[in-house]
Structure formats: C-alpha cells, structure tokens
C-alpha cells in the first residue's frame, strides 16, 4: 500500500497492531525489535524491501587486528536505508534497556554512517521503547528524540527526516 508520507500520521495501531510496549521492555531481544517495530516503521516511511538492507558487512577503513594485521575489523549496521544510489541513513536496533543516548551506542552507528562504503546524511538508534536520530555531520547532537509512545505526534518530524520521498538526489540540503 502506497501512502503519502506527510498527510497522513498513523496511529500506533496501524503501525504496530496490538503490541503490548510492555512486554517489549519485558522481553524482547534485538532481533524481535528489528522485525515487529523497525521494519514496519521503515515500510510505513516509504522504503520499499530492495533499499532497506539488512546486515550489510562492511571492512573498517583503518582498524586490522593482530600483529601481522591482516584480519579486518568487520561491522555490521542492522540497517542502511538506500535512496536511488545512496544511503540516507544508518539504523541500529538495540534491546529495549540499552539506551539509545548513551555515547558508546552512538559512536557505533555513527561508525556505520560515516564509513566510505556508506555515508549517509543520518543515523539512528531504535531500541522499541525510544528512538533517537543524529546528522552524521554533528555525530552527537541528537536532532529528534522520542518514546515510541509518543510517535504519533512526532510523525511529522520523523518523515521529513527519514521517509523514502524527503531526500533529493544530486543535492544537499540541511534542514534545521
């Protein structure tokens, strides 16, 4: 189903069903956190499968381990979400007690975002009960936080940051 992106601001319902949010802070791993609220997030924002990609394994640029310093240090972002031949954002899920401000989780993602293979205009870190976004040229200013209880009324915010149809090609904007 197609939507338009910044008309129409779901419901908690229709982005997730009947999820119990309290037996996501319960239970929960990061694996049922990608798959019951991320994915639906990201469909809903208007990616479609072909640019939302998973598990993307990618060689660090500088870091070797060992003494002889052949073997590569490898990292792996939950998601890159690609518009045309770009990446717009890198995405990390986290379980729901991991904080999605704390600066060791943020220096991950944006370790991700920043990467020759990738860089992307944004990174983020959803862990099913908070979700925070940064730019990747200001790696620790969060420019939207909220609780996923709240998501309705940062809708808005969110698809003019991250939805499929907000970035334009072959050229750079800076919202503020």
Same mark, same amino acid.
């Given at each position: 189903m197609e939507y338009n992106i910044t008309e129409i601001s779901p419901t908690?319902?229709?982005?997730?069903?009947? &999820? +119990?949010? #309290?037996?996501?802070?319960? /239970?929960?791993?990061? *694996?049922?956190?990608?798959?019951?609220?991320? =994915?639906?997030?990201?469909?809903?924002?208007?990616?479609?499968?072909?640019?939302?990609?998973?598990?993307?394994?990618?060689k660090h640029p500088f870091?070797?381990?060992?003494?002889?310093?052949?073997?590569?240090?490898?990292?792996?972002?939950d998601y890159l979400l690609k518009v045309e031949k770009?990446?717009?954002?890198? &995405? +990390?899920? #986290?379980?729901?007690?991991? /904080?999605?401000?704390? *600066?060791?989780?943020?220096?991950?993602?944006? =370790?991700?975002?920043?990467?020759p293979e990738v860089r992307s205009t944004y990174f983020a870190l959803y862990n099913g009960a908070q979700f925070s976004l940064f730019r990747t040229s200001g790696a620790n200013i969060t420019i939207l936080f909220f609780n996923v209880e709240d998501i309705e009324g940062y809708w808005g915010k969110l698809a003019m940051y991250l939805s499929s149809s907000s970035f334009h090609i072959g050229k750079n904007f800076t919202t503020i």
């Amino acid at each position: 189903m197609e939507y338009n992106i910044t008309e129409i601001s779901p419901t908690k319902q229709q982005l997730f069903g009947q &999820l +119990d949010f #309290k037996r996501v802070a319960n /239970s929960f791993k990061e *694996d049922s956190v990608r798959e019951t609220i991320i =994915l639906p997030l990201l469909l809903r924002l208007g990616y479609k499968q072909e640019n939302i990609i998973h598990s993307k394994t990618l060689k660090h640029p500088f870091l070797k381990i060992g003494s002889n310093k052949k073997i590569s240090v490898r990292l792996v972002p939950d998601y890159l979400l690609k518009v045309e031949k770009n990446y717009a954002c890198a &995405l +990390d899920a #986290k379980v729901p007690t991991q /904080s999605v401000n704390s *600066d060791d989780n943020i220096g991950q993602v944006y =370790l991700y975002a920043a990467h020759p293979e990738v860089r992307s205009t944004y990174f983020a870190l959803y862990n099913g009960a908070q979700f925070s976004l940064f730019r990747t040229s200001g790696a620790n200013i969060t420019i939207l936080f909220f609780n996923v209880e709240d998501i309705e009324g940062y809708w808005g915010k969110l698809a003019m940051y991250l939805s499929s149809s907000s970035f334009h090609i072959g050229k750079n904007f800076t919202t503020i």
